[in-house]
């Protein structure tokens, strides 16, 4: 897997506190890409923001962040079928993105032709037993050879 250079920044905007769907938005309209906002001006970020994120933005980045980045960036150059996609990526599910608060950011794994498919979320317990998980990987499986897109957002538990 190749790393674009603003793949660093759009991981730390995703990661900043406070910034979600609709923060981005109307940060990356303003500023076009994540390295214009994170070199802006606290002044000309509060607006769009408020002042704590936007000063979260236009500091250098918090230990935990940098952190949280550079594990995403090691995972992404790994190798195997491991993606970063955002909103401008061929292979950002359009639907999602036309929901309005689609996420800045989506790790993948696997095909990314298989996210146009139908899609099911698996969704369970954080602290599941051997027998949920087994299950649970079960469905997926079967999900799966059936042509389904299994999607999960990595939480704790049946997610992972």
Do not use: Y
Request: proline residues 5%; aromatic residues 6%; negative net charge.
């Amino acid at each position: 897997m190749t790393i674009a250079v603003d793949d660093a920044h759009f991981l730390r905007l995703a990661l900043t506190p406070g910034v979600g769907a609709r923060a981005a938005h109307a940060l990356l309209s303003a500023f076009g890409e994540p390295a214009a906002v994170f070199a802006a001006s606290t002044a000309s970020l509060t607006p769009l923001v408020g002042d704590a994120v936007a000063r979260r933005l236009s500091a250098p980045a918090e230990a935990d962040i940098a952190a949280r980045t550079d594990a995403s960036l090691a995972w992404l150059a790994a190798g195997g079928d491991q993606h970063l996609l955002t909103w401008s990526h061929p292979a950002f599910p359009k639907a999602l993105l036309e929901s309005g608060d689609a996420p800045i950011i989506l790790f993948a794994k696997g095909r990314l032709e298989l996210l146009g498919n139908p899609a099911l979320a698996m969704v369970g317990s954080r602290n599941c037993s051997a027998g949920g998980s087994d299950t649970a990987e079960a469905f997926a499986q079967a999900f799966s050879e059936a042509g389904v897109t299994v999607v999960s957002g990595l939480a704790l538990g049946i997610d992972a």
